[in-house]
């Protein structure tokens, strides 16, 4: 007769799910044998890491669009998937995470791995419960699913190891077989004329709008770009949207915030009115002063408006239809200057980068290796990046346009995640190239996941900036508090021979000079490499554009801090110097 792993995953199969992350283990048994038997209609794929899986999970939503699901055994299994989960809550993606459990009738008897995971997991989901037999699985499992999707966030199922061996028996009278559809219903949620009317006239009536973009405005692109162009207003992108508009598009300023550009703060500090897309960037010391601007919000979810700036007008629905009623009650701006000053601006600051990647000078300089890399990658390539100065790196320093994919871990800013989600988007994308941008520090910490993308055969290609530092951190450490730099500094490792005895390949670059015969041989292979790029640790971390207080928290610890000497002279150089600013600005 079947049993509840079997209907378990019978369930998944009837909603299309078609890959499970995860890894074996005794809380989950009967689970794994269901997937053994029905291998041929869905996938697992084993991951080194029960985080990583989880991480692999909340990835392959991100690429597809689809519900990711993972799974983990009982116990520490459980609590390793939960900084993947909460990558998946605060970006807003759909996971299922299910988890192994001990014997139902030893549940808090101290006995072994005897952690009840509905509790532990009641932050991360919106959907959480314990499936209490087989007559229950099916119910629970598709409302589950039904719930992640519906809520773009997390649901978990906890289910006991004898659980899952169990057969239907008796149901209750209520619950009668196959009361449950297992699929989806969904609308388009659109908002009332009025509302678009009043938003139209804020719009129409300000004289330089700016338009601040997200992930959630990726499937508006066209609508974007023509409310630009009707608005003359210059779009600022949040890293996770990086591609809604192609990094080189003439209406972009490119990136916002810590690590964006210039040009994006100054059309933030000078609009009189603002259209935020699909965004709820956190970092509100970027946005316009409320005294001084108006703004036009549009988001598909309610909650999110008016959560980082004091919007006028507040319109809820699905964004490239929302916009496309928008844009039709917009009328277009004859006076361009605004725009045009943001381009004349946005061709400088593209030089100053230009500066730095081509300092030719030792140690290696990371922008120069990072920018070199990024111009082979592929028109149609997924990038990701983790979390730290190589995030910064590659937002500013890797072009990317409509075509390609890229992912970072957004809200959490976990780091350790590019690579599970570089391997889950080899595994949703099998004809697509791969390419990741990670520091050591990320990078060491889920290195054993290298592996996998070996295993089965991901396209990767994965830059590592080695400066044997925490360097974002490191800086921060200056910038935020006037701190010196302390228990940054990183042991060695050599990520091209652990790429090798992995069964793949690893490169090294320490030198300018050897960027691109290094950046050839690696790209000639076909299946997975880590190139390493040995870079100077005494390259600052700069903002756009310095605040007053973070320059002198910066000089104060500098004082105190190794290195000074080659920090100071690194900071020196343009365009570095002149982001740094002056004493007096602010």
Known sequence: ??????????????????????????????????????????????????????????????????????????????????????????????????????????????????????????????????????????????????????????????????????????????????????????????PDEDALDHAAAILNSASKVAILAGRGAILARQELRQAADLLGAPVA???????????????????????????????????????????????????????????????????????????????????????????????????RSFLEDAQARMRAWRDKMVLLESDESSPLKPAAVVAAFGRRIETNAIVVADSGQNTELAARHINLGEQNDFAVSGSLASMASALPYAIAAGIANPTRPIYAVVGDGGLAMQLGEFSTAVRYGIPLKMLVVRNDMLNQIAWEQMMFLGNPQFACELAPIDFAKAADAMGGRGFTIESFDRIERVLGDAFAVKGPVIIQAVVDRYEPMMPPKMPADYRKNFENALAKTTGREKIKSNAAKEPLKSMMGSRTER
């Open 1 to 190: 007769m079947t049993n509840a792993a079997d209907i378990l995953i019978e369930t998944l199969i009837a909603w299309d799910v078609k890959v499970v992350f995860g890894l074996p283990g005794d809380g989950i048994n009967g689970i794994i044998e269901a997937l053994r038997v029905h291998q041929e209609e869905i996938r697992f794929i084993q991951a080194r890491h029960e985080q990583s899986a989880a991480f692999m999970a909340c990835a392959y939503a991100k690429f597809t669009g689809k519900l990711g699901v993972c799974l983990a055994t009982s116990g520490p299994g459980g609590t390793n998937l939960l900084t993947g989960l909460y990558d998946a809550k605060l970006d807003q993606v759909p996971v299922l995470a299910i988890t192994g459990m001990q014997f139902h009738d030893l549940i808090e008897t101290f006995t072994q791995q005897d952690v009840d995971l509905t509790r532990v997991f009641d932050n991360v989901a919106i959907y959480n419960t314990q499936v209490n037999d087989a007559v229950h699985v099916e119910n629970v499992t598709s409302l589950a699913c039904r719930s992640a999707i519906a809520k773009r966030g997390v649901a978990h199922l906890s289910i006991s190891n004898d659980v899952q061996e169990k057969v239907e028996e008796e149901r209750s009278k209520r619950n009668r077989p196959n009361h449950v559809p297992n699929n989806f219903f969904g609308g388009q949620e659109l």
């Open 237 to 335: 992108k949040a890293l996770l949207g990086k591609t809604v508009l192609a990094d080189d598009d003439p209406f972009t300023t490119g990136g916002i915030g810590i690590l964006g550009t210039d040009v994006s703060q100054k059309i933030m500090q000078d609009c009189d009115a603002v259209l935020i897309v699909g965004s709820t960037f956190p970092y509100i010391e970027y946005y316009p002063k409320p005294s001084a601007a108006k703004g036009v919000q549009i988001d598909r979810n309610a909650q999110r408006i008016g959560l980082r700036f004091p919007v006028q007008s507040g319109l809820v629905g699905d964004t490239k239809a929302t916009l496309g009623l928008l844009n039709a009650k917009l009328d277009r701006k004859s006076d």
